[in-house]
């Protein structure tokens, strides 16, 4: 059962999130907001009350990348616009990963060590 | 024969039955062979692509009979609060770099993308489409539905995204003398989500630990990039 109240806590903290984007920030998206709520809902409850929650949201996470099969199907209609954009599609994908991360892991690095020499 | 096949590729748990078919060979795949190229969603929705073709299926049907996956979207982002509030205590010695480190690589990885479509010629569509692809797939798709985005088409840039990010980014890190497991982590993180936390899992508990927070806050910054851009515009 954990795994099923802790869905509902899951499925309140979606609702209300939506109700609060709707009525204040709706360029912000309602899950993401329950987000938030969830994560603070998490560093204040005891343990009792957050053990659902986690069972729940393992349960949830680990069935993502079934979740996520049928947006991705929808490239079934889009075939052509892929074929057609080849070359913007790839270097936007490739180019910006590739400054990025060499970029900003060594950002982190260097501010990891400033502040570790006083 | 016709008739009874059209029957059953029309009742409304079909396209339920193919994903989830779909999904669990694609899996065992992946298990089996352990090889990066091969994600279950790669896999699992070129499988079921190739089923619907075969069953004569068009996508307006399968999107509508669909609707119960779709909808477990929603609570699966909320329920990435779980993994960033058990990386919240590691971050807290750290929290400095972290935070820069992760809005001055959001914001780049985020203009680059942006740029390059746009300066290769990208439409407004493609363009939305691509740039949420760093940030984790439920938001992702949320993001580049409401800037005007193609939803299936996000969910497939996020997904050769991951699996780029991962092949390429440990190497690229070691080669850029980035040695530090919260460096490696928090990059995989931001830049390959899930796929990139898998990979960072195979170095270290440490680095795991930093690629899944940054994976969630990237998600999270990215949405507060947006919503701040959708209300000042």
Known sequence: MPVVSGLLGLLGFQLLGTVISNLLLPSLPGPIFGLAFCLGFLCLAGESLTRPLEAAAKTLLSYLPLLMIPPAVGLMDNVDTLQDNLLPISAALLGSLLITVPVCGWLMQRLIRAGKQP | ?233
């Open chain 2, 1 to 233: 024969m016709t008739d009874a096949l059209t029957s059953l590729s029309q009742h409304p748990l079909f396209s339920v039955t193919v994903t989830v078919s779909a999904f669990l060979l694609a899996m065992w795949l992946y298990r089996r062979s352990q090889w990066i190229m091969l994600q279950p969603v790669l896999v699992g929705t070129l499988l079921t692509i190739v089923l619907l073709r075969l069953c004569k299926v068009d996508y307006a049907t399968y999107h509508q009979q669909s609707a119960l996956l779709w909808l477990l979207l929603g609570p699966a982002t909320v329920a990435l609060a779980v993994p960033l509030y058990h990386g919240l205590p590691r971050i807290r010695s750290l929290l400095l770099p972290t935070m820069l480190t992760l809005s001055v690589g959001t914001v780049m990885m985020l203009g680059l993308t942006i740029a390059l479509a746009r300066l290769l010629g990208a439409d407004t569509a493609l363009t939305m489409s691509l740039a949420p692809k760093s940030v984790t797939s439920p938001v992702a798709i949320l993001l580049s539905a409401q800037t005007g985005g193609i939803a299936s088409l996000t969910a497939t840039f996020v997904m050769i995204t991951g699996v780029l990010g991962a092949m390429t980014g440990p190497g690229l890190l070691t080669y850029c003398g980035v040695t530090l497991p919260a460096a490696r982590g928090l990059m995989l993180g931001m830049s390959a989500h899930a796929v990139g936390t898998l990979q960072a899992l195979k170095e270290d508990a440490e680095t795991g630990a930093f690629a899944a927070l940054g994976m969630s806050l990237t998600g999270v910054l990215t949405a507060l990039l947006y919503g701040l851009w959708g209300t000042l515009r």
